[in-house]
T-cell receptor, first 111, second 111 residues
Framework: DVKVTQSSRYLVKRTGEKVFLECVQD?????MFWYRQDPGLGLRLIYF???????EKGDIPEGYSVSREKKERFSLILESASTNQTSMYLC??????????FGPGTRLTVT | GENVEQHPSTLSVQEGDSAVIKCTYS??????FPWYKQELGKRPQLIID?????GEKKDQRIAVTLNKTAKHFSLHITETQPEDSAVYFC??????????FGTGTRLQVFP
């Protein structure tokens, strides 16, 4: 069974803080993705990675960065959290040309 | 870039009735169209997908149809049951692992 885990289910941070969201998958998947999910907007891709140390911008990368030092781990970084980054963050992983498996999500609140 | 529109945003049906969710895409080169189901408080999971060389695909009570000329694809659920209640997302991509998601449809099945 594919397992994608995220470091926190709920997180509360203050404006201006640096925030790290971690995602780990145990199926040796090449691809990893970070999405944010907001009501009425669906799933929007922030960043993705095809391989270690590789990253590609998605549709809404502003205010975010990522790191992939190991194949199984993909981190999303909010350099300076703002209230408009309050959202549900979902990580996913996949083999090339295959189904994406999602993590349980992290609900981030920035106050 | 690719844009995916999904309708309706909410759908209520009586148990046993059919439900249809429609998506349109903008990039005629798109060739992969998955559907994800997200139950309340849970992660999205793939329920069915179709590639552009096929016009229809069926899996028990769920079917997806694709009209490449009109650039739209639909999810059909027959004999709906309360456990079908969830948010459904369509997505599209072209020869990449980068999916563009629709905004989601909240389906409620009333007993």
């Amino acid at each position: 069974d594919v397992k994608v885990t995220q470091s926190s289910r709920y997180l509360v941070k203050r404006t201006g803080e640096k925030v790290f969201l971690e995602c780990v998958q145990d199926m040796d998947h090449e691809n990893m993705f970070w999405y944010r999910q907001d009501p009425g907007l669906g799933l929007r891709l922030i960043y993705f990675s095809y391989d270690v140390k590789m990253k590609e911008k998605g549709d809404i990368p502003e205010g975010y960065s990522v790191s992939r030092e190991k194949k199984e781990r993909f981190s999303l970084i909010l350099e300076s959290a703002s209230t408009n980054q309050t959202s549900m963050y979902l990580c996913a992983s996949s083999l090339r040309w295959d189904e994406q498996y999602f993590g349980p999500g992290t609900r981030l609140t920035v106050t | 870039g690719e844009n995916v529109e999904q309708h309706p945003s909410t759908l209520s049906v009586q148990e046993g009735d059919s439900a249809v969710i429609k998506c349109t895409y903008s990039d005629s080169a798109s060739n992969y169209f998955p559907w994800y189901k997200q139950e309340l408080g849970k992660r999205p999971q793939l329920i069915i997908d179709i590639r552009s060389n096929v016009g229809e695909k069926k899996d028990q009570r769920i079917a997806v149809t694709l009209n490449k000329t009109a650039k739209h694809f639909s999810l059909h659920i027959t004999e709906t049951q309360p456990e079908d209640s969830a948010v459904y997302f369509c997505a599209a991509s072209y020869n990449t692992d980068k999916l563009i998601f629709g905004t989601g449809t909240r389906l409620q099945v009333f007993p």
